[in-house]
């Protein structure tokens, strides 16, 4: 029997409640936003944590968490809103209702590392030690942000019939699709995907410290370039709201960048610098 012709009670398990998690007077609680925090706290305890085994002072990543925040989360928003104009153009107000979904992660990406750049300038600090910090603590909280679409009912995929399908009210589907109800959740894929992602990071920070194999500063974070772009790219391919340039989608685009960038990136430091000393130096003392 074809996979595709299943049809199971479990499809339901994959219904949203709805994007507003409590309602009290003028107070809303969104899942969007909670998931976000949540996302947040949990990153920077694993930041601090992660940062006191390579012997590095934990408070410089709870200063570094407050410029990732102002730094990625605005420009997630920019980069979606940018290549949303045309709908955002006639709605300006809603540029800035960024509870009701809508921001990139490449945005993010871009604007957080641009972020902890110029953190790291001003701290004089390494860059690539912090990147390698963070790299976890930030797969982890995409795992944690894409349940954001299941309340949302968004960024979901193709049309299908398979025991995991996902439940689309009518009002949140796309026009020439309005005659299906189940879709596949894509953002479960790709919540799954990053959580192996963060198991291979942590798994290469631990074995990392005890030296087999040896890593260079910035490993992680190289690692995580290529490892997450290569998840997206092809779970893009299912989903039927991308964002296009053209006949082209433009997470696609990015991910196949950040292959190319993680690989480059990977032979850049293992033939310029040099390995993780055996006991890891305070962060100030480990330079770029």
């Known amino acids: 029997m074809a996979l595709e012709s299943f049809n199971l009670p479990l499809a339901f398990l994959f219904t949203s409640p709805g994007p507003i998690l409590v309602k009290i007077g003028p107070i809303t609680i969104r899942w969007y936003g909670l998931l976000i925090a949540s996302a947040v706290l949990i990153g920077v305890s694993l930041s ?17 968490s407050i410029w990732l925040v102002i730094g990625a989360i605005p420009a997630a928003r920019l980069y979606y ?10 709605n300006p107000e809603r540029i800035i209702a960024i509870w009701q979904g809508g921001i990139a992660i490449h945005g993010a990406i871009i604007g957080g590392t641009l972020a902890a750049l110029i953190f790291a300038k001003l701290k004089r600090v390494s860059f690539w030690q912090l990147a390698d910090l963070v790299a976890p603590s930030l797969i982890l909280g995409q795992a944690i942000g894409r ?27 796309p026009p ?12 479960l894929y790709e919540s799954v995907w ?19 194999p040896r890593l260079r500063l910035g490993t992680l974070f190289m690692v995580y370039l290529v490892t997450y772009s290569f998840g997206r790219l092809w779970i893009e391919g299912l ?50």
């Open 147 to 173: 349940w954001g679409n299941f309340f949302n009912s968004e960024a979901f995929g193709a049309p299908t019939n398979l025991p995991w399908k996902l439940y689309i009210p009518l009002e949140r589907r």
């Open 194 to 212: 990053d959580l192996m992602v963060f198991a291979l990071l942590l798994t290469l920070f631990f074995r990392g410290l005890s030296g087999r």
């Open 239 to 288: 989903r039927t709201d991308s964002l296009m340039l053209g006949p082209l989608r433009i997470a696609q685009i990015v991910s196949l960048s950040g292959i190319v960038i993680g690989l480059a990136g990977l032979a850049w430091l293992y033939i310029n610098k040099r390995f993780l000393p055996d006991v890891v130096s305070p962060l100030k003392e480990n330079g770029e």
């Open 176 to 187: 020439d699709l309005a005659n299906f109800e189940y879709f596949h959740p894509t953002f």
């Open 48 to 64: 601090q944590y992660l940062a006191k085994r390579r012997q590095v002072n934990p408070d410089l990543l709870s200063d570094l």
């Open 81 to 90: 809103v940018l290549f949303q104009w045309a709908e955002y153009a006639e």
